[in-house]
């Protein structure tokens, strides 16, 4: 049995940092494609990075240049660095993972992963 647990997430000031943990059991990272998906309230869930299992990773356009998606193969974790939070990032964060390898064109979407995490709430506010 696949389990992503997310954890990490809280209230931050504008112009800060948090970092999200992903911890993954039933299936190992390294080996998988893993993504973070956001969801605010009241809004369709947004695409935010992910990172196959070559190393290659991709953001989403409101969060590149910010955010950073990175892995711990021994802890088989899963991490989100966000730096420069703005309060048009709070939203609930998750986790996924993809039984396959998902093609480009599916990438960003939730189409291609079977495992998701239950979520952790981020909230940017002053």
């Known amino acids: 049995q696949v389990q992503l647990v997310e954890s990490g997430g809280g209230l931050v000031q504008p112009g800060g940092s948090l970092r999200l943990s992903c911890a993954a059991s039933?299936?190992?990272?390294?080996?998988?494609?893993v993504a973070w998906f956001r969801q605010a309230a009241g809004k369709e869930r947004e695409f935010v990075a992910a990172?196959?299992?070559?190393?290659?990773?991709y953001y989403g356009d409101s969060v590149k240049g910010r955010f950073t998606v990175s892995r711990d193969d021994d802890k088989n974790t899963l991490y989100l660095q966000m730096n420069s939070l703005e309060p048009e990032d709070t939203a609930v964060y998750y986790c996924?993972?993809?039984?396959?390898?998902?093609?480009?064109?599916?990438?960003?979407?939730?189409?291609?992963?079977?495992?998701w995490g239950q979520g952790t709430q981020v909230t940017v506010s002053s």
């Open positions: 039933g299936r190992t990272v390294r080996t998988s494609t």
């Open positions: 990172r196959r299992n070559n190393g290659a990773t």
């Open positions: 996924a993972l993809a039984s396959g390898s998902p093609i480009m064109s599916y990438l960003r979407t939730a189409a291609p992963y079977d495992y």
